[in-house]
């Protein structure tokens, strides 16, 4: 089955600087990669998802990059701000599977 | 809409008891899944369901069981609790086809003393 590894676990930044999350994959048949936020005592948010026909993909301050040959994709905050602050999750997905396989969270607080 | 409603928030167990954890969606989504959060290992899933009538097994299932009668309707029975089940449950819905996103409910905290 697919194996999605995430790091860091944890990251602690200066507000206004960059975060990067990176996250590697096994299936090379995956070709779905959600990111989502998951603020305290809530549920996973989508933030931000890519396919593999594209290698990267912005949304304002949140770009996502993605890398089919070494099967790795990261995501970029820039800018950050203390509501930055969550645990997020990256997940692989083979849409003709249909089931998602989630890293294991990166807990990022922004210190203002 | 509501999105994903799981009920109840909060709920301790002695071992060896039963319940059911409720989920509903109310976005006529065909997918729905069920996951459990504990501290550093992410979400793992337990039951998965890809409409009316059809569930599957996930990556950790013993312990549980699920039915799905009705499309916005995907309950998850604990049958014996065991402390080994204490942890953060998540329910989730998305429509069918693969590039779609995943609507998560609020959780369920569970404790089993």
């Known amino acids: 089955g697919e194996n999605v590894e995430q790091h860091p676990s944890t990251l602690s930044v200066q507000e206004g600087d960059s975060a990067v999350i990176k996250c590697t994959y096994s299936?090379?048949?995956?070709?779905?990669f959600p990111w989502y936020k998951q603020e305290l005592g809530k549920g996973p948010q989508l933030i931000i998802d890519?396919?593999?026909?594209?290698g990267e993909k912005k949304d304002q301050r949140i770009a996502v990059t993605l890398n089919k040959t070494a099967k790795h994709f990261s995501l970029h905050i820039t800018e950050t701000q203390p509501e930055d602050s969550a645990v997020y999750f990256c997940?692989?997905?083979?849409?003709?599977?249909?089931?998602?396989?989630f890293g294991d969270g990166t807990t990022l607080t922004v210190k203002p | 809409n509501a999105g994903v409603t799981q009920t109840p928030k909060f709920q301790v167990l002695k071992t060896g008891q039963s319940m059911t954890l409720q989920c509903a969606q109310d976005?006529?989504?065909?997918?729905m899944s069920w996951y459990r959060q504990d501290p550093g290992m992410g979400l793992r899933l337990i039951h998965y369901s890809v409409g009316a009538g059809i569930t599957d097994q996930g990556e950790v299932p013993n312990g549980y069981n699920v039915s799905r009668s009705t499309t916005e309707d995907f309950p998850l029975r604990l049958l014996s609790a065991a402390p080994s089940q204490t942890s953060v449950y998540f329910c989730a819905s998305r429509r069918s086809g693969g590039n779609t996103e995943a609507f998560f409910g609020q959780g369920t905290r569970l404790t089993v003393v």
């Open positions: 997940a692989a997905r083979n849409t003709n599977a249909g089931k998602s396989t």
């Open positions: 299936d090379s048949a995956s070709n779905y």
């Open positions: 890519i396919r593999s026909n594209v």
């Open positions: 976005m006529n989504h065909e997918y």
